[in-house]
């Protein structure tokens, strides 16, 4: 079976996970589709969140967490997001604090307007899962 770039530079990456003791990766540019079972993107000893881009080439996000870490895939925007907009989001509980990571890639040609996704981060800052502190959304 021949492999695609992406899964060839990640398996340097997941290397580099186990090397350097890495707790939690965002990897983006996955490449990863809906047909891509987890069992090939898997690192031993990390739980995968996972974003794939299904109809276009490309993109797609995932988050490893390392399993010393208590973690949960979760959608704190209440009425979900657009099929569009590639982002995950996990808590991880390390000790007695909670954290809420955020993974998103933003093509550079969206098929969304850019103010759909300001918004789409802004709201979930005051549905309760994050306080407006916690969270400023940008752009870069």
Known sequence: M??????????????DFKQFNVHIGIVTETWFKPHHDDQYVAIS???VYRKDRPKRKGGGIAIYV????????????TDGYSENIEITWVQCVHGSTVYYLAACYHPPRPHYPDDLLKSELHAVSYNGV????QIKPTLL
Do not use: M, V, W
Not at 2 to 15: G, I, N, R
Not at 66 to 77: A, E, F, G, K, V
């Open 2 to 15: 021949a492999k695609s770039c992406a899964l060839q530079q990640l398996e340097t990456d997941f290397t």
């Open 45 to 47: 000893g990390y739980n």
């Open 66 to 77: 390392h399993t010393d870490l208590l973690s949960t895939d979760i959608c704190p925007h």
């Open 130 to 133: 994050c306080s407006s502190r």
